[in-house]
T-cell receptor
Framework: GAGVSQSPRYKVAKRGQDVALRCDPI?????LFWYQQALGQGPEFLTY????????KSGLPSDRFFAERPEGSVSTLKIQRTQQEDSAVYLC???FGAGVETQYFGPGTRLLVL | GESVGLHLPTLSVQEGDNSIINCAYS??????FIWYKQESGKGPQFIID?????DKRQGQRVTVLLNKTVKHLSLQIAATQPGDSAVYFC??????????FGKGTTLSVSS
């Protein structure tokens, strides 16, 4: 497909479980971003990759959150020992270059931690 | 058409009206601004963008206005249609990295 894809679309986890969320950016896009969107709120930045390099992880809420993009394309956001407050929609976005450019978003993964 | 001077969380209009959605951004150094539309269960969808060296940009049925003096952004939608019903977010971009999203406005269009 031509757009950003994410999987799974929905994830239910028991508190304490680890989860892994996948993002496939638009082919050839250099920059990849992860955002967290709580219900009724705007997306909030988590982390940013330029190719395989994680250049900014200032938005990750705790050391339970970890992201990687080992080959500069697909990215995985991992949350260890999930807590109820982690319940949110996790959005991935990509942009063509490394500068100020339009970010295109995927459909998101809705995570519910019980 | 309906217009909103300050940000309001909801805006209800009739089909065919013009809609104006307002947004205040936070950082005077931001150099790029985007409006996104988000429908229920979907990710934000790009509508239109504007760079800080411009004060107006037009697209198909949409216009974005930027007032850097008061750090204000607006989105105008002409001849609003039921398919325009969604949550609209403005976002600012500083130094080419993270987007900072404003408070969303829920647009409801009745026919």
């Amino acid at each position: 497909g031509a757009g950003v894809s994410q999987s799974p679309r929905y994830k239910v986890a028991k508190r304490g479980q680890d989860v892994a969320l996948r993002c496939d950016p638009i082919s050839g896009h250099v920059s990849l971003f992860w955002y967290q969107q709580a219900l009724g709120q705007g997306p909030e930045f988590l982390t940013y990759f330029q190719n395989e390099a994680q250049l900014d992880k200032s938005g990750l809420p705790s050391d339970r959150f970890f992201a990687e993009r080992p080959e500069g394309s697909v990215s995985t956001l991992k949350i260890q020992r999930t807590q109820q407050e982690d319940s949110a929609v996790y959005l991935c976005a990509s942009s063509f270059g490394a500068g100020v450019e339009t970010q295109y978003f995927g459909p998101g993964t809705r995570l519910l931690v019980l | 058409g309906e217009s909103v001077g300050l940000h309001l969380p909801t805006l209800s209009v009739q089909e065919g009206d013009n809609s104006i959605i307002n947004c205040a951004y936070s950082n005077s150094a931001s150099d790029y601004f985007i409006w996104y539309k988000q429908e229920s269960g979907k990710g934000p969808q790009f509508i239109i963008d504007i760079r800080s060296n411009m004060d107006k940009r037009q697209g198909q049925r949409v216009t974005v206005l930027l007032n850097k003096t008061v750090k204000h952004l607006s989105l105008q939608i002409a001849a609003t249609q039921p398919g325009d019903s969604a949550v609209y977010f403005c976002a600012e971009n500083l130094e080419g990295t993270a987007l900072i999203f404003g408070k969303g406005t829920t647009l409801s269009v009745s026919s």
